[in-house]
């Protein structure tokens, strides 16, 4: 009996494999974009101590937002402050590195899965944490100088990680609301 033939990829029968995609181009605008907000928060950062860490505050919108300098020896929130918990600086760098690196394994295993918006999610909580680890690190605690009315006071670190998350999250939400692709 007749053995069966493949055919090739350009016979009419069959749809030719598309060409690898280059992700040179997506690599280099994730190191762009992480680079750059990492170093958009040191500068703010920097600037805030210079120019507001003698206790003056800047008023941008009357009531509503000032800069104010202001130093973070605990996490968000000052979620450890709150509940009672001791916060040794060695503790807090600890635990900022491990989320910093629990971000990067995640990041890695969906790399080549991950949309354009969870890679800049991604990109952004990275330079946000990155930011925060590389302060804890050298100063023992975060400089936080954005201060909105009934707000804690945060820094653009702050910003690029709940950016990040809310992008990651959207992306999540759209992905599992859009309809599965058939077999």
């Given amino acids: 009996m007749g053995s069966m033939v493949e055919l090739p990829a350009s016979s009419p029968g069959r749809t030719p494999a598309p060409a690898p995609r280059s992700t040179l181009p997506l690599r280099l605008g994730i190191l762009l ?3 750059s907000l990492f170093g958009c928060d040191h500068a703010t950062k920097l600037a805030a101590e210079q120019h507001l860490s003698n206790g003056r505050a ?3 919108v009357s009531g509503v937002l000032e800069l104010r300098f202001t ?3 605990d996490t968000a929130f000052s979620l450890f402050h ?3 918990i001791p916060r040794p600086p060695i503790v807090l760098l600890t635990a900022s590195v491990l989320a910093l690196l629990a971000v990067v394994a995640m990041w890695i295993a969906m790399r080549k899965r991950a949309t354009y918006t969870q ?3 991604f990109a952004l909580v990275l330079a946000g ?3 925060n680890v590389v302060d804890r690190a050298m100063r023992g605690s975060v400089v936080d100088f954005i201060h909105v009315t ?3 006071i945060f ?3 702050d910003i690029a990680v709940v950016g990040g998350v809310c992008a990651l999250g959207l992306s999540a939400l759209i992905q599992r609301s859009a309809p599965a692709a058939p077999p």
């Fill in 129 to 131: 944490a990155l930011g």
């Fill in 82 to 84: 709150n509940f009672g």
């Fill in 58 to 60: 800047l008023d941008i």
């Fill in 71 to 73: 130093t973070n020896d």
């Fill in 33 to 35: 974009l992480t680079l």
């Fill in 119 to 121: 890679h800049a999610g």
């Fill in 155 to 157: 820094n653009v670190a």
């Fill in 150 to 152: 009934h707000w804690p």
